[in-house]
């Protein structure tokens, strides 16, 4: 079967900051590379005003503040304000931990358009258990602030195996809040979470009942609440198309000013990526070996380069091939047509036994010792 060419490249839409890997909370699901305490260098504000620019200048037209914690950041506000001054749609990805009375004016004033606040469950006792922290009546305090400024409230929070019983209360919490969009967000297993996997595996039985509770709220809350619910792609046996696409439509620029496709790439082998103090964005984007390897679909090997799907999905994530099949360039695992299928499928099987089957590792909580300690390791597969 003959590849086609590279894709024609369009520019960037979405522009994400990730201002710090610092952050007070502890989630066993974290985001963030497991080796984050290992990348401790930031970005200064001069140096997160020239990404600005020159995202901006390439054609982005969304630009998100995250982290890490990104209030932990005291620029924050003369970022946003001049991101908003440049003409992007700006928003803020946050725990709500600092997110006091006087920052949330300041932000607002700053021209920040959106928030989106993560809860780790509707219960005190899960939400503090799985952050390690007592930030659950916070977060409550936040959304309140959230509202009184007159921000859109966008909700946010990650489902698997400890609280996806818990839906429908996640569900009537967000509504009491006034939030206006929630985004359940099932686990993707990468970073802290791969780590946690045989805690956080739901199982087919309990998708399935948060499917249906999700869809009996939908038609309760009408125009009112907007629901979205993230299907987790072990269960489903569909790669997802990782990031819209390599290169397609994310720049991601990590604390210390490490560009990246998506926000995990930098685990992959055998890639540079670059670095915003040494390179342009504009160059990052079009020139670079980093940006250019996965686009399209002229990388693939078998069973993807043959397959139908391959416009469809574009082999599913790098970083799920790299992790499970320990080939960046390999079909994504949790695609049925993989040789290494069988990875996933036994993690599933796992999940249906009583109580997740064995589980050998306690949960691992997401802070700078484990990390330093986990850096040292191999990666999980
Ligand atoms: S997932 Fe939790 S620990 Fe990780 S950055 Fe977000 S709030 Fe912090
Ligand atoms: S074989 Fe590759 S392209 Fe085909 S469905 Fe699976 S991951 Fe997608």
Redesign the pocket.
């Known amino acids: 079967m003959e590849l086609k060419p590279p894709p024609t490249v369009g520019p960037p839409l979405w522009l994400l900051a990730e201002l710090t890997y610092r952050c007070p909370l502890h989630c066993v699901f974290c985001y963030n590379p497991v080796d984050y305490a290992t990348q401790a260098d930031e970005l200064d504000t001069e140096g997160w005003l020239r990404v600005l620019h020159e995202g901006r200048a390439l054609g982005a037209v969304q630009c998100g503040f995250s982290g890490g914690e990104p209030l932990l950041r005291d620029d924050l506000e003369v970022l946003v304000a001049e991101a908003r001054k440049l003409g992007y749609y700006t928003n803020l990805l946050t725990s709500g931990v600092g997110l006091t009375a006087a920052r949330a004016e300041a932000l607002k004033a700053a021209g920040l358009d959106h928030v989106q606040l993560s809860f780790q469950d509707s219960t005190r006792e899960v939400n503090d258990f799985l952050s390690h922290t007592k930030t659950f009546a916070l977060k409550y305090q936040v959304a309140g602030l959230i509202k009184a400024q007159g921000w859109p409230m966008v909700m946010n929070v990650v489902i698997h195996r400890l609280n996806i019983d818990h839906i429908d209360r996640i569900i009537a919490m967000a509504d009491e809040l006034g939030a206006e969009y929630l985004e359940l967000a099932n686990t993707q297993y990468y970073s802290w979470a791969l780590e946690n996997r045989e805690h956080l595996l739901p199982t087919a039985a309990q998708l399935r009942q948060a499917e249906a509770t999700t869809a009996r709220w939908r038609e309760q809350l009408g125009e009112r609440m907007r629901l979205f619910f993230v299907a987790p792609d072990y269960h489903d046996g569909?790669?997802k198309k990782c990031v819209n696409g390599w290169g397609s439509m994310f720049l991601t620029v990590a604390p210390d000013g490490t560009a990246l496709p998506c926000h995990t790439a930098r685990m992959l082998p055998g890639l540079a990526f670059p670095n915003v103090r040494e390179h342009s964005l504009r160059h990052i984007w079009y020139e670079s070996e980093g940006f250019n390897r996965y686009r399209g679909t002229g990388w693939?090997k078998e069973?993807?380069s043959s397959?139908?799907?391959?416009e469809?999905?574009?082999?599913?994530c790098r970083c799920q091939a790299y992790m499970l099949a320990q080939d960046p360039a390999a079909?994504?695992p949790v695609?049925p047509?993989?040789p290494h299928h069988g990875v996933v499928a036994q993690a599933l099987a796992r999940a249906e036994q009583p109580g997740g089957g064995v589980v050998e590792r306690p949960l691992v909580f997401r802070d700078a010792a484990t990390s330093r300690r986990l850096a040292q390791a191999a990666p999980p597969g």
């Open positions: 569909r790669p693939m069973p993807c397959c139908d799907q391959r469809q999905d574009l082999g599913g079909a994504d695609c047509k993989s």
